[in-house]
């Protein structure tokens, strides 16, 4: 079941409960948490925590995400990606910031993009 919760901090943030399932897109303009499972998209201009038994099959576009489940499929994060030591990553992961704790398991590539005030050296353009 999809709900919109609020936190200890009085912020609004959406959730899919663990045992409920989504098939298909997931447009959010605040935090989402998944403890459930998705098939598809979600586009997210908040936070996206997929939980301990969150499973995402498709793509995450967001600000920031914390995955402490499973994601399988691409994932583009406009600022900080966590991976947790319990998440399982397997996809393309496009990021300004990674953070990987101990046993986290990612299975893919990942490209980090260059801050705009950062200059390339000419050998490395």
């Given at each position: 079941?999809?709900?919109?919760?609020?936190?200890?901090?009085?912020?609004?943030?959406?959730?899919?409960?663990?045992?409920?399932?989504?098939?298909?897109?997931?447009?959010?303009?605040?935090?989402?948490?998944?403890?459930?499972?998705?098939?598809?998209?979600?586009?997210?201009?908040?936070?996206?925590?997929?939980?301990?038994?969150?499973?995402?099959?498709?793509?995450?576009?967001?600000?920031?995400?914390?995955?402490?489940?499973?994601?399988e499929g691409d994932i583009v994060v406009s600022e900080t990606l966590s991976l947790r030591s319990t998440a399982v990553i397997k996809g393309e992961v496009t990021t300004k910031i990674l953070v990987v704790e101990p046993e986290a398991v990612f299975d893919g590539t990942c490209s980090m993009r260059v801050k705009s005030n950062t200059t390339i050296p000419e050998d490395k353009k």
């Open positions: 079941m999809a709900k919109e919760i609020v936190n200890n901090t009085g912020a609004m943030y959406n959730a899919l409960t663990n045992g409920s399932k989504i098939v298909g897109k997931i447009i959010a303009d605040s935090d989402f948490r998944i403890d459930g499972e998705v098939e598809g998209t979600i586009n997210c201009n908040g936070k996206v925590v997929i939980g301990q038994k969150g499973i995402l099959k498709g793509s995450i576009s967001c600000v920031n995400a914390e995955i402490i489940g499973t994601v």
